[in-house]
């Protein structure tokens, strides 16, 4: 029997939106939060990502959006900045609220295809909820493709994933969009779901590179060598245990060590990886820095199941 995704994290709700056609969207994570972010990525398209800093005026965000489209979809963060104004959320100006929404983008362009704008954005916010969310190839995982150091043409489907774990009284939850060059890999190391030759096999990306690249009787006719920053991991982890956005720092900074147990070859040229950290309680406590490693620790775990279940729910 198909494995359940768990309840996820109280005071959370996840929405995705599609554009026109299917074949890019948009997924939005409903907060309040306070939040932290930890850029690993050297392709990076984000918008926002300073009210994150423990330094900002902003105490906590309203939202975060991971969309597809590259740096066209953070157009959809105005969406759903204009959803979260209709409902009264945002930081208190004295004027009118202003919703806060970190994004971040995935390159899944096609030249035939819309990308996410306000619309779906919009949609991603009306399709929240706290559970039931869907995993694959929905949201911002709907154009997401996995294991391109052989070029597109080899390239298997990736997705979005999530999980959560008990943390004690507390729950820790991971949201991922897994669109990699690399290969993603499972608990023993195997490939799960990467760069393949035209007789379907796996390439196996980092041994590849080993040798110094590609050889051409691997790679199907027509084939294009990878362009870099058109691939990106975008995870967000989340917790309602009351930390504070210098713990939460910490923890995104370990929990972003999923990727490079499930990624390979991981935080490339060619890669914009972003994790970010929240959590959705009202009140914040210092950690020890045996609390901030347990739960950096827990945060870590649901990240690496749920960057496989983004390349496997979608495909059974």
Known sequence: MREKAPAFVRGLAVGHGQAYGGHTGCTV?????????????????????????????????????????????????DGVMTWLEGEGRGYDTGVVPVPIVPAAVIFDLRSDAPRPDTETGDAACRDARESGFGEGRVG????????????????MAGGFGAWSVPF????VGALVVVNALGDVLDDDGHIVAGARRPDGS?????????RGGV????????????????????????????VGKIDLGRVARVAANALARRISPVHTPFDGDVVFAVSTAQEEQPLSSR?????????????????VRAVTEGTR
């Open 29 to 77: 994570v409903l907060g309040p939060f306070r939040g932290a972010v930890e850029v690993r990525g050297l392709a990076t398209g984000t918008r926002e990502l300073d009210a994150l800093s423990p330094h900002h005026l902003v105490p906590r965000v309203d939202a975060i959006l991971l969309t597809g489209g590259s740096a066209f979809g953070l157009a959809a963060a």
């Open 140 to 155: 911002v995982g709907s154009g997401a493709t996995v294991g391109k150091i052989a070029g597109l043409e080899g390239a």
């Open 168 to 171: 004690g009284e507390y729950r």
């Open 202 to 210: 796996f390439l196996d990306a980092a041994a590849v590179l080993r």
């Open 215 to 242: 050889d051409a009787g691997e790679m199907s006719e027509g084939t294009r060598s990878p362009v870099a920053g058109t691939n990106t991991t975008l995870a967000v982890v989340a917790t309602d245990m009351p």
């Open 291 to 307: 609390e901030v490693l347990a739960l950096g620790a827990a945060a870590q775990g649901a990240l690496e199941v749920a960057i």
